[in-house]
């Protein structure tokens, strides 16, 4: 077949116009081509699918390959364990008993090692009698005290008990109860010492804050005075007190006006006044702890504040306070506990017996009253007393076991720089 059979018609080039030969030449490469191009398509129609069979066959070809490549991997050796050190494998027996044989320098090293291994098992055993021996004498009185109030009383004469009674007598707890009529002296107790703290934690939190932040004339001065508050016994300016309350007058206002000056003697307001002067009952520690802790607090707090149009008593009201919440929580704990234990101030102010404090402090008087009618020996009422003191301190345990979270936070933080 030569170039001029392949070449395409043209105007001058028609099909007419060749001979026959090619003509026919031309047609059969034409049926050629256009068979080519069926097959192709047929080919594209009828794509072999795989079936099942040589799908597991290859699924099953690619495991083998991959088991034979992995178990031709090399294996990584397992790691020696270091040896340990010829000198730990040594007893402290050993030491001891080959001691004259070693070098100066061996000598100084397994003197060294011996104590240290002694100190190993010393210390830990030296702090846990510690620890033991401080806990049993911070909960001495506390478990003599529920071990005392369940036994009888004839059982306090019986050499034989130690601890555990050999009977358990729940009714000295009913008897105290009843004795002291104990819904209402706590009642009372709760009230009193609940506005006294509040007033006193109030107070103090402003004073502490004003030493805090505010530079004026007998700075210093002033606040040697409080801390002469918390070194001066209260017994000094007790007896001053006590009579400006039996005879309190605001000068002679009270006198010129009804004749005669004011009795607050047994009454609450001999508690909440001085609570309200800052002047209660650990009054200047509490001062100290808040100007410490306000001195920590970042002063652009204040800053800001004062840039919003806040006052100075608007600004310790709203950003100062919040942010001192866990030390007010503290200082109204201490405050609480320390109301609740008072008895030297409490016996001054009030006669009548009206709060816990004081009543445990006759207790024995007034079991035997309760009792017999009569005034007893306070020994022969042991039993009820340590009954009377558990009731006491029962309320203030229960308040720190909620607060105990809160009351750490706040004597950590307080004296902390921002």
């Known amino acids: ?29 034409e049926s050629s081509a256009a068979a080519i191009a069926d097959s192709f398509k047929q080919d594209e129609k009828t794509v072999v699918e795989p079936t099942a069979e040589a799908i597991a066959e290859t699924i099953a070809d690619i495991n083998s390959d991959a088991a034979v490549a992995v178990t031709a991997m090399p294996t990584k050796a397992p790691k020696k364990e270091k040896k340990k050190k010829d000198e730990y494998r040594v007893s402290n027996f050993d030491i001891i008993k080959n001691y004259h044989r070693y070098t100066a320098k061996e000598k100084k090293h397994y003197r060294y090692l011996f104590w240290h291994r002694i100190a190993a098992y010393v210390w830990p055993f030296f702090r846990a009698v510690i620890i033991f021996g401080l806990s049993f004498v911070i909960l001495y009185p506390i478990l ?11 059982e306090m004469n019986d050499p034989s008990v130690m601890w555990i009674p050999k009977t358990i007598r729940m ?9 002291i009529d104990y819904p209402g002296t706590l009642w009372n107790t709760l009230i009193l010492n609940i506005v006294s703290s509040v007033l006193q934690v109030g107070t103090c939190a402003l004073t502490g804050y004003g030493f805090a932040r505010f530079k004026f004339k007998g700075k210093n001065f002033f606040f ?45 307001l001999s508690m909440y006044i001085p609570a309200l002067m800052c002047n209660g009952i650990r009054a200047g520690l509490f001062i100290y702890l808040f100007r410490q802790f306000f001195r920590g607090l970042p002063k652009e707090l204040e800053d800001a504040a004062y840039l919003d149009g806040c006052g100075p008593f608007k600004t310790f009201i709203s950003v100062m306070v919040p942010n001192a919440a866990s030390s007010f929580l503290t200082v109204f704990i201490f405050s609480i506990v320390w109301y609740w234990n008072d008895y030297y101030v409490s016996s001054m102010y009030f006669t009548k017996a009206n709060t816990i404090s004081l009543k445990i402090d ?9 009792l017999t009618g009569e005034v007893g020996v306070a020994s022969d009422y042991i039993v009820w007393m340590e009954a009377a003191c558990l ?28």
Request: glycine content about 4%.
């Open 171 to 179: 009714e000295n707890f009913v008897e105290v109860w009843n004795a």
């Open 391 to 418: 009731l006491a301190i029962t309320p203030i345990v229960i308040m720190y076991i909620f607060l105990q979270k809160y009351f750490t936070e706040g004597i950590a933080r307080a004296g902390l720089a921002n």
């Open 224 to 268: 040697a005075l409080v801390l002469l508050q918390i070194i001066v016994p209260v017994q000094i300016i007790l007896i001053p007190q006590f009579s400006q309350f039996r005879y309190f007058d605001i000068f002679g206002l009270f006198n010129a006006l009804m004749g005669d000056s004011i009795n607050l003697v047994d009454t609450n």
């Open 1 to 29: 077949m030569t170039d001029k059979e392949f070449e395409l018609p043209t105007e001058g080039n028609n099909v007419a116009d060749q001979p026959a030969e090619n003509v026919t030449s031309n047609e059969s490469l």
């Open 144 to 154: 003599y005290m529920i071990s005392t109030s369940i036994r009888p009383q004839a």
């Open 362 to 370: 006759g207790i024995a008087n007034i079991i035997s009253m309760y």
